[in-house]
């Protein structure tokens, strides 16, 4: 999952969204949790965001209950920093 650059306020700059560096590239064999961690992520740039569960989001809540994935992830510094 690419989350090097994100927009804070709105999805596209032409929206009114605020560019953010996150500096990260994600991977992982569980989409629904690389989804878990990126809301992690955004918590940090998004206020309205701070206070949010995985299932607080729609799809991912959806796909929990589809048992689709797990909002469980370990995190794995691979470059070494």
Not at 23 to 32: I, Q, S, T, W, Y
Request: glycine share 14%; no cysteine; aromatic share 4%.
């Amino acid at each position: 999952m690419d989350a090097v650059n994100t927009y804070r306020h709105a999805n596209e700059r032409r929206h009114g969204g605020d560019e953010v560096q996150l500096g990260r590239m994600l991977a992982g064999r569980d989409p629904v949790a690389l989804d878990a961690l990126g809301l992690e992520l955004l918590k940090g740039t998004e206020p309205r965001l701070r206070g949010a569960k995985p299932e607080d989001v729609a799809y991912i809540g959806h796909s929990l209950k589809l048992g689709l994935g797990s909002t469980a992830y370990q995190v794995e510094n691979l470059s070494g920093t």
